[in-house]
């Protein structure tokens, strides 16, 4: 029997009206779609964007991706994943898996896909690009992103603040994200490298409870959960 194909589907930043035509009739016309979340007792932040899609035949089945560090745990967790979606995909029924944004950017369908591979070689993988949340806030903003001959450089900000440093000491524009906790240190490497006006910031974006700045310091004492689903686009004002 011929496999069933996987399709990955970015459903964007947040907001069901931003996900793809492609995507939107894969999920009408699919019959199993996986959908990760990070609790056991919450909702799937990527099924609620994509909900207005899927039929109501449609098997649903959520795929549990704690937000923990523990390599050996997230690993057992992509495994298990993968024989769920693989098993399906054996029946010769196609599936589709959504993912927050863009699929191949900081996802953890990048992950997913390689655990599939692995148990299943033969599995026919086909990915519907996303729009991530940095282009959602840049459009949001009117704040260009990439400009004439200047580089972009796109971060993760990790707990080691040096990758930030050192990137927004080049050129061009920089985006922050998976800023997290790390906030105020962000800031204050903004404010030291005399940047900090020169960028935006959005958390949420495109979702309920959005919030946009286009003045950095006003997050300064925000709670520690601003830095959730949020992104900052900063100019370093350098130029060759």
């Known amino acids: 029997m011929k496999p069933g194909t996987l399709y990955g589907i970015g459903v964007g930043p947040g907001d069901p009206e931003l996900i793809t035509v492609k995507g939107a009739r894969l999920l009408r016309e699919a019959r199993h779609v996986f959908a990760p979340k990070a609790k056991v007792k919450t909702d799937s932040l990527a099924l609620d ?99 004439a001959k200047e580089p972009v450089t796109i971060i993760p900000a990790a707990d080691d603040l040096d990758a930030v440093r050192r990137a927004v000491k080049g050129e061009g524009t920089v985006v922050l994200m998976k800023i997290g906790k790390r906030m105020a240190g962000i800031l204050d490497i903004l404010e030291e490298e005399g940047i900090i006006d020169n960028g935006v910031f959005a958390a949420y974006a495109g979702q309920e409870g959005e919030r946009l700045e286009t003045d950095l310091r006003r997050l300064r004492g925000a709670g520690p959960d601003i830095g959730y689903l949020s992104t900052i686009i900063v100019h370093t004002g350098r130029k060759k």
């Open 49 to 147: 964007i994509a909900a207005r899609y899927i039929g109501p035949d449609t098997a649903v089945h959520e795929l549990l991706f704690p937000m923990v560090t523990d390599k050996a745990e997230l690993e057992m967790r992509w495994d298990e994943s993968a024989t769920a979606i693989a098993a399906v995909l054996r029946t010769g029924q196609d599936a589709c898996f959504l993912t927050l944004g863009d699929a191949l950017l900081y996802s953890t369908y990048i992950y997913l896909i390689r655990a599939l591979k692995k148990a299943m070689p033969e599995a026919v993988i086909s990915t519907v690009p996303g729009i991530a949340a940095y282009s959602l806030i840049a459009a949001l903003t009117n704040t260009p992103v990439g400009e």
